[in-house]
């Protein structure tokens, strides 16, 4: 084989596997992400970063409130106020069956099954949404209805199996009509959370709706001025997009949780590059 024969193979390698990756993202966002691929066609260039280069960390995202990375004594100081035996279980397991049985507010009462979490236990990337719905709630694990066959798209579009991240809720337990939270039930919840990050230590958390974002980081602020930003919660970049199941009823915002799932993918390469071999 010549070297322009060899060149051709190349060429054609690389057209089919951008030929499968426009599929791929046809198939997950529709044409909203990527045009239907057309004779001739070509695929659209990545959007441009907004916004002045200054206040920008890795990955092009802005850093609001970064903290240093390393072991988290943020989140062992906030166990340290709690005086429970949960806070010094092993392991996650353990933690899940110190803490099912919890009654500390009203939502005990109510739910059909608690709902710890599910994933990776030494997970890089920890999903937070802000509360079960009625099919976690029937069936015990977070993220399983439409909402989570999407979020599984969503994964896979930036090459995450379900199973290589960490996925829970701030709450456990399903509010009464999937209403929004209330800050006694957070208060309540919020500290088996901490204890689930302390035992997987992720580096990044990819928080789900405005919710679940403003829950996290103590803001009252709109999707707007929080996508495309990096935060920090107790020592953990944050990286804040829509929920799926708003996706589901507003096919338009799609493309921008696309833009933010790939900030967070290229932010994780660059932290594994960054790693010593």
Same mark, same amino acid.
């Given at each position: 084989m010549d070297s322009a024969d060899v060149k051709r193979t190349g060429s054609d390698s690389l057209k089919e596997e951008l030929r499968r990756y426009a599929q791929q993202q046809d198939s997950l966002f529709g044409d909203i992400i990527v045009p239907r691929m057309q004779s001739g066609a070509q695929v659209a260039p990545a959007l441009p970063s907004h916004g002045d280069s200054s206040d920008r960390g890795e990955a092009g995202a802005r850093v609001e409130g970064t903290k240093p990375q390393g072991e988290n004594s943020i989140l062992l100081e906030r166990l340290m106020l709690v005086n429970? !035996?949960?806070?010094?279980? !092993?392991? @996650?397991d353990t933690l899940n069956q110190m803490i099912c049985s919890c009654q500390k507010c009203p939502l005990g009462r109510t739910r059909t099954k608690f709902v710890f979490g599910v994933g990776n236990p030494n997970a890089d990337i920890v999903v937070i949404g802000e509360a079960p719905g009625a099919d976690e709630d029937a069936k015990g694990e977070p993220f399983v209805g439409a909402a989570g066959q999407l979020l599984n798209k969503? @994964?896979?579009a930036i090459n995450f199996r379900r199973e290589d991240v960490y996925i829970c809720n701030i709450l456990k337990c399903r509010p009464p009509g999937n209403r929004t939270p209330e800050r006694s039930e957070v208060e309540q919840c919020e500290p088996y959370l901490l204890r689930q990050l302390d035992l997987i230590k992720p580096k990044f958390i990819l928080a789900l709706g405005l919710t679940a974002a403003n829950t996290l980081l103590n803001r009252k602020a709109r999707m707007g001025e929080l996508r495309g930003a990096v935060h920090d919660y107790n020592g953990i970049k944050v990286v804040v997009?829509?929920?799926p199941a708003a996706l589901l009823r507003n096919p338009q915002w799609k493309r921008p949780t696309w833009e933010d799932v790939q900030m967070l993918r290229r932010m994780y390469d660059e932290t594994r590059s960054s790693q010593p071999a």
């Amino acid at each position: 084989m010549d070297s322009a024969d060899v060149k051709r193979t190349g060429s054609d390698s690389l057209k089919e596997e951008l030929r499968r990756y426009a599929q791929q993202q046809d198939s997950l966002f529709g044409d909203i992400i990527v045009p239907r691929m057309q004779s001739g066609a070509q695929v659209a260039p990545a959007l441009p970063s907004h916004g002045d280069s200054s206040d920008r960390g890795e990955a092009g995202a802005r850093v609001e409130g970064t903290k240093p990375q390393g072991e988290n004594s943020i989140l062992l100081e906030r166990l340290m106020l709690v005086n429970e !035996p949960w806070v010094d279980a !092993p392991s @996650l397991d353990t933690l899940n069956q110190m803490i099912c049985s919890c009654q500390k507010c009203p939502l005990g009462r109510t739910r059909t099954k608690f709902v710890f979490g599910v994933g990776n236990p030494n997970a890089d990337i920890v999903v937070i949404g802000e509360a079960p719905g009625a099919d976690e709630d029937a069936k015990g694990e977070p993220f399983v209805g439409a909402a989570g066959q999407l979020l599984n798209k969503i @994964l896979s579009a930036i090459n995450f199996r379900r199973e290589d991240v960490y996925i829970c809720n701030i709450l456990k337990c399903r509010p009464p009509g999937n209403r929004t939270p209330e800050r006694s039930e957070v208060e309540q919840c919020e500290p088996y959370l901490l204890r689930q990050l302390d035992l997987i230590k992720p580096k990044f958390i990819l928080a789900l709706g405005l919710t679940a974002a403003n829950t996290l980081l103590n803001r009252k602020a709109r999707m707007g001025e929080l996508r495309g930003a990096v935060h920090d919660y107790n020592g953990i970049k944050v990286v804040v997009t829509y929920h799926p199941a708003a996706l589901l009823r507003n096919p338009q915002w799609k493309r921008p949780t696309w833009e933010d799932v790939q900030m967070l993918r290229r932010m994780y390469d660059e932290t594994r590059s960054s790693q010593p071999a």
